[in-house]
């Protein structure tokens, strides 16, 4: 095939970083989005995410000619979808609505040839579910489900498997999976790819696709509950959790990982739960898991009470007014600007609410807070934390945080959850 535009629907942390990748290597790339904030920043030659090297290559391919942003679709060879695939309900049914959105959006301009893959983290199932939300859409065109390896639309998914903070960097180097709904889907999607990736792109179907990017996620949330769970454990004990795990991890077999506040972002405190949902009997350790490391905020919450109650013990002249309280990070893990499914953030405004004094938040990496969410709290420096709060409570390991004069201030009470002060 020849791909000499493609567009891309869902311009956010995965969709804008392969748009600009793909239009750093000369060729055509039409962004879409609904945001006309990061529609307007993208065609000025700026982002409005937080990446490493991505500010770099978006404003050359704007510069350039090869990238443009949009709010409305517009035909194209291949058509990525990377729009949020979130949970609703206390049930955490999927919500396909927004991957439902953006196959109307590209109905109207696919022509007989285009090639149509979904990088959004779906539920198994949902590459198909979209080819019928097209065919339903376009009755002038076929589709696999109905013609095979004949059908005048190829349909894919491809999952993106990039770490924030290193996205430019992995989507080239890192392996594909490449699950067409078709061999000839298949093989479209690879030689698309193949445009950037130097990784290896390994076919297999849609449904396997789906379920390898979930199985990824699902392994790494239950290693992060053993090891949240071994925290509260070694917690009640009197037991250093972060001394323990190195010795046991000096066994040549045993690799446990660092406990935290909870798990966030938008994949692994995702991805385990379209797994429960489509196998609700049989993803026992899996639900567990997710239960495990949901339930570590509210476990933090407790502490901050507890540590509220010893402060005001020493102080009896106080009142849980008088006490300032700061958090150190909000973002879902170190050194990036992401809030979304951040334990971090929700730790913070649950101490916003219990809490009758000032809350601070150190966050390096926004200029200002979400007040949709922290409707009281103040943010400030690290610096200015330190001076000014009673209690100060560690949550996400941001590099501006290594800091002694945390454990050189004995009139701090400090929780740690990362092990950072420790």
């Not at 065609?43 to 949009?70: Q, S």
Request: aromatic share 6%; charged share 25%; proline share 5%.
């Amino acid at each position: 095939m020849s791909f000499n535009t493609i567009s891309v629907v869902g311009l956010g942390y995965i969709g804008l970083p392969t748009a600009a990748v793909f239009a750093s290597r000369k060729v055509n790339v039409i962004g879409v989005d609904v945001n006309e904030h990061a529609v307007k920043t993208i065609n000025n030659g700026d982002i409005h995410i937080v990446e490493p090297e991505l500010d770099i290559v978006v404003h050359a391919a704007v510069t350039e000619g090869y990238l443009k942003a949009t709010t409305t679709p517009e035909p194209a060879d291949a058509f990525l979808i990377a729009v949020p695939t979130p949970f609703k309900g206390d049930n955490h049914e999927p919500d396909l609505s927004y991957i439902q959105a953006a196959s109307n959006a590209i109905a109207p301009v696919l022509k007989k040839g285009d090639l149509v893959i979904l990088e959004s983290t779906s539920p198994v199932g949902a590459t198909e579910q979209m080819a019928e939300w097209l065919a339903q859409a376009r009755t002038d065109l076929t589709f696999p489900q109905n013609a095979g390896e004949e059908s005048d639309i190829r349909i894919a998914h491809c999952p993106e498997r990039v770490l924030p903070g290193h996205v430019i960097r992995e989507l080239v180097e890192n392996d594909r999976i490449i699950g067409g709904m078709t061999v000839k889907c298949s093989q479209a999607a690879v030689e698309l790819y193949k445009i950037f990736v130097e990784g290896e792109c390994v076919i297999t179907n849609a449904r396997t696709a789906e379920m390898a990017k979930l199985t990824e996620n699902s392994s790494r949330d239950v290693s992060i509950a053993f090891a949240n769970e071994l925290s509260v454990i070694c917690d009640k004990l009197d037991i250093n959790v972060w001394e323990l795990i190195r010795l046991a991890n000096r066994h040549p077999r045993v690799n446990i990982l660092e406990p935290g506040c909870g798990v966030g972002g938008h994949c692994i405190a995702v991805d385990p739960w379209f797994i429960v949902s489509k196998t609700p009997e049989e993803a026992r350790i899996i639900r567990t898991a997710r239960e495990v490391n949901d339930n570590k905020p509210k476990w933090v919450v407790e502490q901050v009470k507890l540590k509220l109650a010893e402060y005001l013990l020493a102080h009896p002249e106080k009142s849980a007014s008088d006490v300032t309280i700061a958090c150190f990070g909000i973002a879902f893990k170190p050194d990036i600007d992401d809030l979304r499914e951040s334990p971090a953030l929700q730790i913070a405004k649950d101490i916003e609410t219990l809490h009758a004094g000032n809350l601070l938040i150190v966050e390096p990496n926004i200029e200002a807070l979400p007040t949709n969410v922290l409707k009281k709290s103040d943010l400030v420096s690290f610096d200015s934390a330190i001076m000014q709060a009673d209690i100060l409570v560690q949550l996400v390991n941001h590099k501006e945080f290594a800091s002694n004069v945390v454990t050189d201030n004995p009139s701090k009470l400090v929780i740690d959850t990362k092990g950072t002060w420790g």
